[in-house]
């Protein structure tokens, strides 16, 4: 603990000044900081954008010993550390990927003080390696993020968070800082309890953005309308989908229709096209990037001018999340939802029919152990590739719902699900002094191996498969047959970073997956249509205030109507009404139609363009030529 509040706090200006070049921190975060610093439970709930993991990334620093960070969003993690160890803050990341040797390089920096922020993954606290090596860390203070999965009343629900009590029991002097970005109240008293915070500081800040102009439209050209808005604003921004196809598709139509500054962004993508997509929209002050909910978890860019979605979110904390990265900077910025009634309608049955019932269930989980043929206790060591066909094959159930439960058994880990294309990696049980007992065929192809894959006699190996082939002139098709053959002769372990794969994290007991694992995942999925509910009611509510209506849904009851959503400027038609708003414009100067609907970029243009129809019609605006209106005095 530092000693008195001037030394506290102009070391923790210093810090902020030094690592991340900022002079002045953002709303609560000095409180929260200091809090930390001064060891006391800190709750903290701070909308997207308001910088929550500055808050223990600061104190980290400043603090004696390791701040461990409890969080169950891997990808994020990830992102964080390579964001920390690029302004020369040392991070490590625990997580299931890990072999031993790898994991026991963390915990020895870790003892040795060299590391300042360590990642772990909330299941990581029953790990009986780590508990006996945590033992001999020094802890500064416990971070959990995302600290909402505590809550039962949540979809994100983690039966894991529940060990951090438990955990924190081991270490009673050091505090907990709990971190949220979207908590109703009924969550924010469960985090209090559940993670055992004695009398806890609260900082919460308000959910209200007086820059964003939250516009809510129904309208079945979607992709027209989002082009219309592109060319009226030559901006940065996110446009979200629901499906990585969607994202595609949207993202052709614009460059079909001359709208060449816009690419795709999903799941689907290599790590390296990923960090090449990111670090373009980061730099560029006029890019759009159509996106899955992927993107944008730990993005930090202040001069979004525009979030649009062209579909609903699942839920309205997502959507608020989502939102929130426009318009960081202060400036006005626009969150524009597009939706129609048949729309809604196809959500309602997407969730129902991703929901299996408890015989489905039963029926998907006998099948997926089954055919890695693991018996009621077994607990395989290795990674197996994952055919999401043959599941589909056997069970004669959809897609959507098998995805659903290994989704829920990886969020329990349970499992391990790689859904998305990473490098591949290669395990040899040869080693390069017995490739003479091999077939001459078998011995060459292994040699090749050794000689391109460095390390690869000693431990796993994680390689690009394209590239090992570009480089050695091999078609890719033949070198993974190769490789499947070696594999089932018992050469080598090798895993397709292309393809789906699953380890099992803990045995086969069916009495739990029937009994207990039932239970939960009928309760999330329960929570998942509600949540839903909540949102469409949001989506199609015509009579209150957009943003008000989200406030009350995060507990701010005696929020006042923001004037600006869509819901807002209809209502006030005595006050503000596009009549009026083309009148002002024009009382400026003449303009055109394109200029107009630039300016006025929270209506369409085709509703600009029948407005000024009318407003010709009864001679309050009249042609200065063929494609120029002023205002007729």
Known sequence: MLSSTETQDRLIHQTLKQFWGFDEFRSFQKNIILSIVNGRDTLALLPTGGGKSLCYQLPAIVLEGICLVISPLLALMRDQIDALLSIGIEAELLSSE?????????????????????????????????????????????????AHCISEWGSDFRPSYQNIKKFRQEFKNVPCLALTATATNQVVDEIVN???????????????????????????????????????NPSSGIIYTRTRKEAEELTYFLKNNKFQNADFFHAGLSSSEKEKLQKKWISSQFHVLVSTNAFGMGIDKDNVRFVIHLSPSSTIENYYQEIGRAGRNGEEALALLLWNEQELTNIDNTFKNQ?????????????LYSIFQIGDSDWPEKTFQLDLNKIKNLTKLSTAKIKNILTFLNNQELIYYKNNISASTIQSFVQSDELEQLPPSDAYFMELLFRN??????????FSDVAFCKKNGMDLQNFKQKLLQLQKAGHLEYLDGSLHSIKF????????????YWSLFHNIQKNKLRKWKENKFYIQDSDFCKMKLILSYFGERDAENCGKCSVCRKRNNSKRTLSSDISQQLSNRPMSLDEMAANLNFYSKESISETLIFLLDIGKVKMLNYKTYMLNQ
Request: aromatic share 10%; glycine share 4%.
């Open 505 to 516: 994290l803990k045995p086969r007991n069916d009495r739990h997956l029937f009994g207990e």
């Open 453 to 462: 894959l460095p390390g690869l006699s000693i431990q796993k190996v994680h």
């Open 355 to 367: 929901i299996p019932n408890k015989t489905e269930y039963e029926k998907i989980l006998t099948y």
């Open 98 to 146: 890990l072999d031993e040797f790898e994991e026991e390089s963390v915990y020895n920096r870790c003892k040795e003080g060299l590391i300042k922020i360590l990642y772990i993954s909330p299941e990581r606290l029953q790990n009986q390696l780590f508990l006996r090596n945590i033992q001999e860390i020094e802890v500064s203070f416990i971070a959990v993020d995302e």
């Open 194 to 232: 559940k993670l055992g915070l004695h009398q806890p500081q609260v900082y919460k800040q308000s959910f209200k953005r007086d820059n964003l102009n939250i516009i809510v439209e129904n309208t079945s050209n979607k992709y027209n309308r989002i082009l219309e808005f592109l060319r009226q």
